[in-house]
T-cell receptor, first 114, second 113 residues
Framework: AQKVTQAQTEISVVEKEDVTLDCVYE???????LFWYKQPPSGELVFLIR??????QNEISGRYSWNFQKSTSSFNFTITASQVVDSAVYFC???????????FGGGTRLMVKP | EAGVAQSPRYKIIEKRQSVAFWCNPI?????LYWYQQILGQGPKLLIQ????????DSQLPKDRFSAERLKGVDSTLKIQPAKLEDSAVYLC???????????FGPGTRLTVL
């Protein structure tokens, strides 16, 4: 069975602070994919990144960066110099190689205050 | 490019009533998904279609929920009869194929009184 845990239910930071959202996953598969989605107040889930289990290179996209550590089964997401528009619920998700069913974590609500 | 469309955006019904939701995926996307997102939780997959065939409906409460994608494009999800615990946001997503990233619609917020 697959499981995704986002231990931080809510984080509050002041604008321009850096913030890291944690994600820990469990799976018995050797091939799998990890995702991050952003859910702003409008409700629509916005795809941010997909990473496969064989690619442990960290990735940076603007103010966003992702740290994949297979040894600790973690896929953490860092926002540098946070902005008010980053306020949203962020979900980490896991998919195995057999199908396209996403298993989501419980989400982390990020509040960025001006 | 237009995103995933869903309607209605909001629906309020009384328990034991029926309700239907509609989804139009991104053009050309063969795979369509319905998720249920209860307040404060992550989305949970209800059913996955590949074209007009069901790939996975293992988490669909089949005694009251049904879904179809007859022509392999639009899809409807129905609840009959609704229970209080069905109050949630119902999200539709689509992907190019069964392995590509999923793109989500704005969801339908259902309140069952």
């Amino acid at each position: 069975a697959q499981k995704v845990t986002q231990a931080q239910t809510e984080i509050s930071v002041v604008e321009k602070e850096d913030v890291t959202l944690d994600c820990v996953y469990e799976t018995r598969d050797t091939t799998y994919y990890l995702f991050w989605y952003k859910q702003p107040p409008s409700g629509e889930l916005v795809f941010l990144i997909r990473r496969n289990s064989f690619d442990e290179q960290n990735e940076i996209s603007g103010r966003y960066s992702w740290n994949f550590q297979k040894s600790t089964s973690s896929f953490n997401f860092t926002i540098t110099a946070s902005q008010v528009v980053d306020s949203a619920v962020y979900f980490c998700a896991l998919r195995n190689n057999a199908g396209n069913m996403l298993t989501f974590g419980g989400g982390t609500r990020l509040m960025v205050k001006p | 490019e237009a995103g995933v469309a869903q309607s209605p955006r909001y629906k309020i019904i009384e328990k034991r009533q029926s309700v239907a939701f509609w989804c139009n995926p991104i053009s050309g996307h063969a795979t369509l998904y319905w998720y249920q997102q209860i307040l404060g939780q992550g989305p949970k997959l209800l059913i996955q279609f590949q074209n007009n065939g069901v790939v996975d409906d293992s988490q669909l409460p089949k005694d009251r929920f049904s879904a179809e994608r007859l022509k392999g494009v639009d899809s409807t999800l129905k609840i009959q009869p609704a229970k209080l615990e069905d109050s949630a946001v119902y999200l539709c997503a689509s992907s190019l194929d069964g392995t590509s990233p999923q793109f989500f619609g704005p969801g339908t917020r259902l309140t069952v009184l």
